[in-house]
Each structure stands twice: as C-alpha cells, then as structure tokens.
C-alpha cells in the first residue's frame, strides 16, 4: 500500500489489520506507525492493531472484534 506493507488487508471493506510485537512499543517505532496510519486512512482504509500477545491469548476475541468491524464499519474505535 503505497510505500508500505500492512499485515492483512480487506479491499472489499477497506479495512487494514496490523499485529503489533513488541517493537512497536518503541517511540521511534509508533511515530512511524501514525504516519503510516495515517497515510492509509487519508486513502480510505481504516486500521485497527492488535498486540500479537492479544493474538495468542484471546484470539476468539480478536477476531469476534474483525467480524465486527467487516460487519459494520463504524462499530466501535480501533483498538490502541
């Protein structure tokens, strides 16, 4: 996507899904990420970020929470 590369992406709904390990918790590393977000919602995308350890202990959730979002495009705010 542009000069990026995002982790999943629904086309149809216009809906990017990131996995965020650790090193996204570095300053350096969140700037560049609110750039990039940004970037994608200026082009129509909304985003949505998962810690990967949300991935691997309340994966039904996470994706009960995806189902959403394809459902319904304003439920809810992305998460942090």
């Known amino acids: 996507m542009g000069d990026y590369i995002v982790d999943f992406i629904c086309l149809d709904k216009r809906l990017v899904i990131e996995l965020d390990g650790s090193q996204h918790g570095d300053n350096a ?13 200026s082009v129509g995308f909304r985003v ?33």
């Open 29 to 41: 590393q969140r700037r560049h990420d609110e750039r990039r977000d940004a970037w994608l919602e």
């Open 48 to 80: 949505v970020r998962y810690w990967n350890a949300d991935i691997f202990t309340n994966l039904d959730g996470v994706l009960d929470e995806i189902l959403k979002y394809l459902r319904d495009p304003t439920v809810g705010s992305p998460p942090p």
